[in-house]
């Protein structure tokens, strides 16, 4: 089940999924980080990268999805990297 995500009108289209996903929950990276066991350092670069978020491994983007109380199709971009896309799909059924 897949929910519906606060779409903030200030945010550009630019920002990664990721940045939007987690400003609309009201956490920082640093609060991101804590729940999720994901570096914080690796939070900012998927939100600086969306592709680099694309390339982690299914287990980090799970983590991520999971504190955030999404799925992950609405962190990651659809464009999903070759080498990750039996992962992907493992994950994703």
């Known amino acids: 089940m897949s929910i519906l995500l606060y779409e903030d009108p200030k945010l550009s289209k630019y920002v990664s999924k990721l940045k939007k996903a987690r400003i609309s929950k ?3 990276q640093e ?3 804590e729940l999720s066991g994901v570096n914080i350092k690796s939070i900012a670069s ?6 680099k978020l694309n ?9 991520l999805a999971d504190s955030l109380g999404c799925e992950i199709e609405d962190i990651i971009n659809k464009d999903i990297k070759k080498e990750n896309e ?3 799909d493992q994950r994703l059924r």
């Open 26 to 28: 009201g956490y920082t």
């Open 46 to 51: 998927y939100e600086q990268n969306p592709e």
């Open 31 to 33: 609060s991101l980080s």
């Open 86 to 88: 039996q992962q992907w």
């Open 55 to 63: 390339a982690a491994s299914v287990s980090t983007v799970g983590k």
